[in-house]
C-alpha cells in the first residue's frame, strides 16, 4: 500500500543532541513537508520541498533542519539550537505544491526532552 | 496573514445524533480547504476537500460545505456513531507572500467525543 511512514514513532533527546526524525513516501510525490503540533495548537509549518535538491523554510524553520536527496525520502534534523522541541512532529506529502492537491500525512512521531 | 478558527473547540453528543462543525478563516482568496480527522497520537486523515470553485462535497455521511465570500465552511456528519470520536480539522490552502506560492493553515481542531 502507498503511504508515508514516519519513525521512530517515539524519540528521546538529551541536552546539546541533535536528532533526526526520518519520513518516506513511496506515493511518488513531489512535494514533502513537515509541521510540529503542540497541545491546543494547530499544524505550524516547519520546512517544504517542491522538489528534490530544494527546500524551503516555513514559519517556524530555526533550530531545524531537513535536507531532500531522494525524492522518497525528506529527513528532519531538530538541532540543539531549537530550545522547545517537545511535540508531535507530523510529515506530509503531496502530488506537487500548486493548489487542489490534497495532503498526505504520516502517522507522526513524538519528541521529548530527557 | 490568514488565519482559521474552529468552533466549538470540544463537543460532545449522544450516538445517533446529526451535528455540525464551524470553520472559519479571514482571507477569502483561498485555493481550497481541506478538512482532516486526527485520532489520539496518530497523523491527519484527510476527510473532504473542497475546491473554491466548490460549494460542496460529500463522503458518505459527511458533507461539507464552503461559503468563500464569508469566509466559513461547516462539516456536517449524520448519524453520528462512537468511531466517529476523534479531533476534526479544517485547513485552508491560500497565497503566500512570504517565499512559497501557497501556504495550508491549520485551525486548532474540534475534539468531538461520540457517547454511545
Known amino acids: 500500500d502507498g503511504g508515508i511512514t514516519q519513525s521512530p514513532k517515539y524519540l528521546f533527546r538529551k541536552e546539546g543532541q541533535n536528532v533526526t526524525l526520518s519520513c518516506e513516501q513511496n506515493?511518488?510525490?513531489?512535494?514533502m513537508y513537515w509541521y510540529r503540533q503542540d497541545p491546543g495548537q494547530g499544524l505550524r509549518l516547519i520546512y517544504y520541498?517542491?522538489?528534490?535538491?530544494?527546500?524551503q523554510k516555513g514559519d517556524i524553520a530555526e533550530g531545524y533542519s531537513v535536507s531532500r536527496e531522494k525524492k522518497e525520502s525528506f529527513p528532519l534534523t531538530v538541532t540543539s539550537a531549537q530550545k522547545n522541541p517537545t511535540a508531535f512532529y507530523l510529515c506530509?506529502?503531496?502530488?506537487?505544491?500548486?493548489?487542489?492537491?490534497?495532503?498526505?500525512f504520516g502517522d507522526g512521531t513524538r519528541l521529548s526532552i530527557l | 496573514k490568514q488565519e482559521v478558527t474552529q468552533i466549538p473547540a470540544a463537543l460532545s453528543v449522544p450516538e445517533g445524533e446529526n451535528l455540525v462543525l464551524n470553520c472559519s478563516f479571514t482571507?477569502?482568496?483561498?485555493?481550497?480547504l481541506q478538512w482532516f480527522r486526527q485520532d489520539p497520537g496518530k497523523g491527519l486523515t484527510s476527510l473532504l476537500l473542497?475546491?473554491?470553485?466548490?460549494r460542496e462535497q460529500t463522503s458518505g455521511r459527511l458533507n461539507a460545505s464552503l461559503d468563500k465570500s464569508s469566509g466559513r465552511s461547516t462539516l456536517y456528519i449524520a448519524a453520528s456513531q462512537p468511531g466517529d470520536s476523534a479531533t476534526y480539522l479544517c485547513?485552508?490552502?491560500?497565497?503566500?507572500?512570504?517565499?512559497?506560492?501557497?501556504?495550508?493553515?491549520f485551525g486548532k481542531g474540534t475534539l468531538l467525543t461520540v457517547n454511545p
Open positions: 506530509a506529502s503531496s502530488i506537487y505544491i500548486r493548489g487542489g492537491q490534497p495532503q498526505h
Open positions: 506515493l511518488n510525490h513531489d512535494a
Open positions: 520541498s517542491q522538489i528534490v535538491n530544494d527546500f
Open positions: 482571507d477569502s482568496a483561498i485555493y481550497n
Open positions: 473542497i475546491q473554491s470553485s466548490q
Open positions: 485547513a485552508v490552502l491560500s497565497p503566500n507572500s512570504g517565499g512559497s506560492n501557497y501556504k495550508l493553515t
